[in-house]
């Protein structure tokens, strides 16, 4: 289980880099697109405007799941921990036992059968959580915020954005995934945890 806790905290970092990147990127992008309103290239200022603003939210996508699996790496040191002290309890009812002569094994193996129980569900519930993060991501950037943030570059730049914006346009970029049946299988598993 230590192992398990090794690869939650090392996503969690890699999660965080992933983020800072992105914000790096959209830095970059922002760049491009003042420099492409500078140059009177409207559509390349819209095209790294909404490269910008795909870069904000995957960065917000990774910091979001950096804390979710964050969290499910505290669950599962509360678990370690547990488990330690339990095994410790057993030890020290253990000696007790064998001083007195009579041990009560059955009551150990049930608490040792019910923390691997607790254990388990924690397993599925992390599963489903990161099959779950990993399928929601956003990707469509609304043409509104492309828009607005290709009139933010300019004015910071102090430019003035000769264009005329279409009205009603949306722009997206790239679709949401479908769900897996390892997903249905997920969600399945936690419906049956949760009526437990």
Do not use: W
Not at 45 to 56: C, G, T, V
Not at 133 to 148: K, L, R, Y
């Amino acid at each position: 289980m230590e192992k398990h806790l090794f690869n939650l905290k090392f996503a969690v970092k890699e999660l965080e880099r992933n983020s800072k990147k992105c914000e790096k990127e959209e830095r970059i992008e922002k760049q491009k697109c003042k420099k492409a309103i500078q140059k009177g290239n409207v559509e390349g200022a819209r095209i790294h405007a909404e490269n910008a603003i795909r870069q904000k939210n995957q960065s917000l996508n990774y910091l979001r799941m950096s804390a979710r699996v964050d969290a499910v790496a505290s669950r599962v040191q509360s678990a370690l921990t547990t488990r330690r002290v339990t095994q410790s309890m057993a030890g020290v009812v253990k000696a007790m036992d064998a001083a007195m002569k009579s041990m009560n094994l059955e009551k150990i193996s049930s608490l040792m059968d019910k923390f691997e129980n607790q254990f388990e569900d924690l397993d599925v519930q992390s599963s489903y959580m990161e099959n779950t993060m990993s399928q929601t991501t956003t990707t469509a950037v609304p043409q509104g915020d492309v828009e607005n943030l290709m009139q933010q570059v300019a004015d910071e730049a102090g430019l003035e954005l000769n264009m005329e914006l279409p009205q009603g346009q949306t722009g997206t970029i790239g679709a949401s995934t479908q769900v897996s049946q390892e997903q249905d299988e997920l969600t399945q598993r936690l419906a049956r945890l949760r009526q437990v």
